[in-house]
């Protein structure tokens, strides 16, 4: 019995050395523009990613922004109303973005 | 294909002086530059600190920029992170934790860690894991800037994996006749339930192939949380949509399962070229990218290096493919006019970084260009920059890589 409960003890002590509490995950706090409406975007990017999504995408076109929004609306499944919607793309294009006449590819 | 990329040219400032050097016709218009945004370099669990795209999800380079390419394996603390989902485990205790096999299969089973080492045949592979989206800032340089993060080449490494054979999980379990598909989940979960998870699926004859490993061991040590400790699924040859972390459940299924994960992201054009011959990206039938394409890296110098006219240069990096193996590097000083040999280094595999140098005498003042060109045995070539296959997504890129230097 003994030399059961040091066995297991053993095995315990060399699985779990790396494992025996949480990781704790730094917290980034990644620089946007202010104005036009960025506590929308604050509200409802934040719920599934950082703003380095944004940050790390160099500047975009309204089509895309726009089609990026769409896709976490219809993939994602992101709750933002129609209105909302167009408040982050606005915000999107002029912080992030370009306006272009038309852009076919792509999008 | 050109005139489409022309003709888009916008957003591709990115890397003129690149496209410049290459030879290619400068855009009519002056494009502004738009600034690159630099990311924190931050140190998270068990890694060293490095460049952090994103905290949640994480995504994580190294601060070592190309340098980290003039070694075959790369180590585990600066190894390249990428998650889709942002709620992680944050803590996986291993008495609790399971693989569940389940579905189509004969014997259910539901795996510890301890039986994966103790219950079956380890086996053992060192293999390149590259995000799909690996390099896509460079399809900049010659066309369209694409989707995604702007990944340069830190979305790669190369480890050696060790664990259990996929298939000898399944053949324990016994997949039922009726089985045409096998899908892989982990534990990372988003943060609404209607979100997909990120569920991945490959066709059961592919699953129960030789080479694909569920892996609890990465260079001889537990595998770090953030590269998706405590095992995942390690498939050799391919890019690593498909290599799910915190591996927790293997399906068996009857039918193929439709979703965003599968269906939508990680897809290109389904023709021969995997690219966009005209018109818009998504009006094709698509396809999951799958597996990689030939490929070299230059690790040493970095662009922008200043060389003392008369020194030794060990102009260094890796190549890698989808499993065929390296046949040879080639090396040119002269914007790609003539090629030279690299010498390839130590083998470590198939699916493994090919380490290769070419020692250069810099005997003249100026401004070079140094590019690399891989070649693999059954006659694969990287493109040039000009003649790659653009995709929206910005996948597979795999142009024949150049950095320039100033010799003074």
Same mark, same amino acid.
């Given at each position: 019995? %003994?030399?059961?409960?040091?066995? &297991?003890?053993?095995?315990? &002590?060399?699985?779990?050395?790396?494992?025996?509490?949480?990781?704790?995950?730094?917290?980034?706090?990644?620089?946007?523009?202010?104005?036009?409406?960025?506590?929308?975007?604050?509200?409802?990017?934040?719920?599934?990613? &950082?703003?380095?999504?944004?940050?790390?995408?160099?500047?975009? &076109?309204?089509?895309?922004?726009?089609?990026?929004?769409?896709?976490?609306?219809?993939?994602?499944?992101?709750?933002?109303? %129609?209105?909302?919607?167009?408040?982050?793309?606005?915000?999107?294009?002029?912080?992030?973005?370009?306006?272009?006449?038309?852009?076919?590819?792509?999008? | 294909?050109?005139?489409?990329?022309?003709?888009?040219?916008?957003?591709?400032?990115?890397?003129?002086?690149?496209?410049?050097?290459?030879?290619?016709?400068?855009?009519?218009?002056?494009?502004?530059?738009?600034? +690159?945004?630099?990311?924190?370099?931050?140190?998270?669990?068990?890694?060293?600190?490095?460049?952090?795209?994103?905290?949640?999800?994480?995504?994580?380079?190294?601060?070592?920029?190309?340098?980290?390419?003039?070694?075959?394996?790369?180590?585990?603390?600066?190894?390249?992170?990428?998650?889709?989902?942002?709620?992680?485990?944050?803590?996986?205790?291993?008495?609790?934790?399971?693989?569940?096999?389940?579905?189509? =299969?004969?014997?259910?089973?539901?795996?510890?860690?301890?039986?994966?080492?103790?219950?079956?045949?380890? /086996?053992?592979?060192?293999?390149?894991?590259?995000?799909?989206?690996?390099?896509?800032?460079?399809?900049?340089?010659?066309?369209?800037?694409?989707?995604?993060?702007?990944?340069?080449?830190?979305?790669?490494?190369?480890?050696?994996?060790?664990?259990?054979?996929?298939?000898?999980?399944?053949?324990?379990?016994?997949?039922? +006749? @009726?089985?045409?598909?096998?899908?892989?989940?982990?534990? +990372?979960? *988003? /943060?609404?339930?209607?979100?997909?998870?990120?569920?991945?699926?490959?066709?059961?004859?592919?699953?129960?192939?030789?080479?694909?490993?569920? /892996?609890?061991?990465?260079?001889?040590?537990?595998?770090?949380?953030?590269?998706?400790?405590?095992?995942?699924?390690?498939?050799?040859?391919?890019?690593?949509?498909?290599?799910?972390?915190?591996?927790?459940?293997?399906?068996?299924?009857?039918?193929?399962?439709?979703?965003?994960?599968?269906?939508?992201?990680?897809?290109?054009?389904?023709?021969?070229?995997?690219? =966009? =011959?005209?018109?818009?990206?998504?009006?094709?039938?698509?396809? *999951?990218?799958?597996?990689?394409? =030939?490929?070299?890296?230059?690790?040493?110098?970095?662009?922008?290096?200043?060389?003392?006219?008369?020194?030794?240069?060990?102009?260094?990096?890796?190549?890698?493919?989808?499993?065929?193996?390296?046949? +040879?590097?080639?090396? @040119?000083?002269?914007?790609?006019?003539?090629?030279?040999?690299?010498?390839?280094?130590?083998?470590?595999?198939?699916?493994?970084?090919?380490?290769?140098?070419?020692?250069?005498?810099?005997?003249?003042?100026?401004?070079?260009?140094?590019?690399?060109?891989?070649?693999?045995?059954?006659?694969?070539?990287?493109?040039?920059?000009?003649?790659?296959?653009?995709?929206?997504?910005?996948?597979?890129?795999?142009?024949?890589?150049?950095?320039?230097?100033?010799?003074?």
């Amino acid at each position: 019995m %003994k030399k059961l409960l040091l066995l &297991s003890l053993l095995i315990a &002590s060399t699985l779990f050395a790396q494992v025996d509490k949480p990781i704790e995950m730094p917290y980034v706090e990644y620089p946007i523009e202010s104005g036009d409406h960025d506590e929308v975007v604050q509200q409802y990017c934040l719920i599934c990613h &950082s703003f380095g999504y944004i940050l790390n995408q160099g500047k975009k &076109s309204r089509p895309y922004w726009k089609g990026t929004v769409q896709k976490m609306v219809n993939e994602f499944k992101a709750p933002i109303s %129609k209105e909302d919607q167009q408040m982050i793309v606005n915000y999107l294009v002029k912080h992030y973005g370009y306006e272009t006449q038309s852009n076919q590819s792509g999008h | 294909m050109k005139h489409l990329n022309r003709r888009h040219f916008l957003g591709a400032g990115l890397l003129l002086g690149a496209s410049a050097l290459l030879g290619k016709e400068t855009p009519e218009k002056p494009i502004a530059v738009p600034q +690159e945004y630099t990311p924190p370099i931050i140190a998270f669990p068990e890694k060293k600190p490095m460049v952090t795209i994103s905290d949640r999800p994480p995504l994580l380079k190294s601060s070592k920029g190309r340098e980290i390419f003039t070694q075959a394996i790369t180590p585990n603390d600066e190894f390249f992170v990428r998650w889709h989902l942002p709620d992680i485990p944050t803590h996986i205790d291993l008495n609790e934790f399971r693989l569940e096999v389940k579905g189509s =299969v004969n014997t259910p089973l539901s795996l510890s860690v301890d039986d994966l080492k103790s219950k079956f045949e380890p /086996a053992e592979v060192t293999a390149v894991l590259q995000c799909g989206g690996n390099s896509r800032k460079y399809y900049a340089v010659t066309g369209q800037a694409t989707h995604g993060v702007q990944w340069d080449h830190g979305a790669m490494g190369c480890a050696v994996w060790k664990g259990v054979k996929l298939k000898d999980i399944l053949n324990r379990a016994g997949v039922k +006749e @009726s089985a045409t598909w096998v899908g892989f989940n982990g534990l +990372e979960k *988003p /943060a609404m339930d209607e979100t997909p998870d990120f569920f991945r699926e490959m066709e059961i004859a592919e699953a129960l192939e030789d080479q694909i490993i569920v /892996a609890y061991s990465m260079n001889g040590e537990d595998l770090p949380y953030l590269n998706g400790f405590p095992i995942r699924l390690v498939i050799p040859g391919h890019f690593s949509d498909s290599w799910v972390k915190m591996l927790s459940e293997i399906m068996v299924m009857d039918t193929y399962r439709k979703s965003f994960f599968m269906d939508v992201a990680y897809t290109v054009p389904d023709n021969d070229c995997e690219c =966009v =011959v005209s018109g818009s990206d998504f009006e094709y039938k698509r396809k *999951p990218i799958a597996a990689m394409k =030939v490929k070299s890296v230059i690790g040493y110098p970095s662009s922008n290096s200043v060389i003392k006219k008369g020194s030794k240069v060990k102009i260094s990096g890796v190549a890698f493919d989808q499993g065929k193996g390296i046949k +040879e590097v080639m090396i @040119s000083l002269d914007g790609g006019k003539s090629w030279s040999a690299a010498k390839l280094g130590q083998d470590f595999g198939k699916f493994a970084f090919r380490p290769w140098s070419f020692e250069w005498e810099a005997k003249t003042k100026g401004d070079f260009t140094i590019m690399a060109r891989a070649i693999n045995r059954i006659g694969n070539i990287q493109p040039m920059p000009d003649e790659i296959g653009w995709n929206a997504g910005g996948y597979q890129y795999n142009a024949v890589d150049n950095v320039s230097v100033k010799i003074v």
